[in-house]
Structure formats: C-alpha cells, structure tokens
C-alpha cells in the first residue's frame, strides 16, 4: 500500500447523489445502485460520511450533457475547506476495507471539523483519495 498525506484546501464540487438507507452494510448497496444509474466511464464518483449523524452518501459529479431529472437523484455539494488528505493504491476491495481504519488515523491525527462530511473520492479502482475534514 502506497501512503501520501497532507493536509490541502478543496473548492466545493457540485453532485447527484443517493443516500444510503441504514448503517455502514448498506453503503456498499447505495454505491452499486448508483454505478447501475449512472455510465462509471468519464464520471467522478465520491462517497461521503458524516460522523455526526453516519449518514453516506454516494455522489457522482456530473459533466455538462448530465441531468437530474433523467437520474433522479437528489442535488447535493460536497463542501470546501481544509482537509487532510491521504492517497491509497491497490486492490480495489482491500481498499474498501481500509477505508474506515484510514479515517480513524487521520482523525487521531488531526482536529476534525464535524460540520462537514469525510470524503472519498474514488480515482481509479486501485486509487482512493480520503480527505478527512479539518479545522
């Protein structure tokens, strides 16, 4: 596994989005639904998670010919600021495995903003971005 981390400053970024229905299990389920919604080719996908509540979202950022109406999916932007950021490479489902343990160090690390949601952003299958909100 590949580690890099830093702390950076994101722009807000415009998404449609599902909602998961129910804990950590279904986040897995939300993002299949989503991928069986929208083309996984030319698109930016992003999960999020809000500590405070452990809602999860599963994004897709849309390019210039996407349309809500068509997708259903609800409007949601992901929020700017400061993050520290972590860059993970390998197998995809030994990534998503990682994911949780990876947020929880960078949040004994850092002072976490709970105003905002920790983000993944999926890059690649063997690439994942984790951005943990940050005061």
Not at 13 to 30: I, K, R
Not at 48 to 57: A, E, M
Not at 63 to 69: F, I, M, N, P, Y
Not at 102 to 112: C, D, G, P, Q
Request: charged share 30%; glycine share 8%.
């Amino acid at each position: 596994m590949n580690k890099s981390l830093e702390i950076v400053t994101l722009e807000p970024v415009e998404t449609f989005c599902l909602v998961a229905e129910g804990g950590p299990e279904t986040f897995p389920n939300t993002f299949q639904r989503l991928e069986d919604i929208v083309p996984l080719k030319g698109h930016r996908f992003y999960g999020l998670f809000n500590r405070d509540d452990g809602s999860y979202r599963a994004c897709v950022q849309p390019k210039g010919e996407d349309d809500t109406v068509t997708w259903g999916l609800e409007s949601f932007t992901i929020p700017g600021g400061r993050y520290a950021y972590r860059k993970i490479t390998g197998e995809h489902d030994e990534l998503s495995r990682q994911i949780p343990s990876v947020f929880e160090e960078l949040a004994a690390a850092h002072e976490v903003d709970p105003g905002r949601p920790s983000i993944e952003f999926y890059r690649r299958l063997d690439e994942f971005r984790l951005y943990l909100p940050v005061r």
